[in-house]
C-alpha cells in the first residue's frame, strides 16, 4: 500500500474486528500508546478512501454496541490480504534495519 501511515492505523484498529469512527481513532491511541492521534478529517478520509477502494465495508454494529446511528467498518478480504502484505513488508524493513544496526549487510544480500 503506497498510502500514508494513517491508512495503516486504520486498518490494524479494524483487524481486531468491527468498529465506528471514534473507536477507530481510540483503537490506534491505544496500540500506538498515545503517539499517534487521528483528527477526524484524517480517520474520515481514511475510511471513505478504504471504503471506496474495497478494502472495508460498512456494516452492522456488533451485538451489544448499540449502534445510536454510528456507522461501523470492519475489513474485507481485500483489506486482511492488505494488512498482511503490510506486515511482512514492515518485518522486512525491521529485519533490514537491524541488521544495519548489528553493522551487517541491511540489504541482506549476504544472507
Do not use: C, H, M, Q
Given at each position: 500500500m503506497n498510502r500514508s501511515p494513517a491508512?495503516?492505523?486504520?486498518l490494524t484498529a479494524l483487524g481486531g474486528g468491527p468498529l465506528h469512527g471514534l473507536g477507530v481513532?481510540?483503537?490506534?491511541?491505544?496500540f500506538t500508546r498515545g503517539s499517534v492521534v487521528l483528527g477526524p478529517g484524517t480517520l474520515y478520509r481514511c475510511l471513505a478512501d478504504l471504503d471506496e477502494d474495497g478494502?472495508?465495508?460498512?456494516?452492522?454494529a456488533?451485538?451489544?454496541?448499540?449502534?445510536?446511528?454510528r456507522k461501523f467498518y470492519e475489513l474485507t478480504d481485500g483489506g486482511r490480504a492488505e494488512l498482511?502484505?503490510?506486515?511482512?513488508?514492515?518485518?522486512r524493513l525491521v529485519a533490514a534495519?537491524?541488521?544495519?544496526?548489528?553493522?551487517?549487510?541491511?540489504?541482506g544480500a549476504s544472507t
Open positions: 491508512y495503516l492505523y486504520v481513532a481510540e483503537a490506534v491511541s491505544t478494502l472495508i465495508r460498512r456494516t452492522e456488533p451485538p451489544g454496541e448499540g449502534g445510536g446511528g498482511g502484505e503490510a506486515i511482512d513488508e514492515l518485518t534495519a537491524g541488521r544495519g544496526l548489528r553493522g551487517d549487510d541491511p540489504i
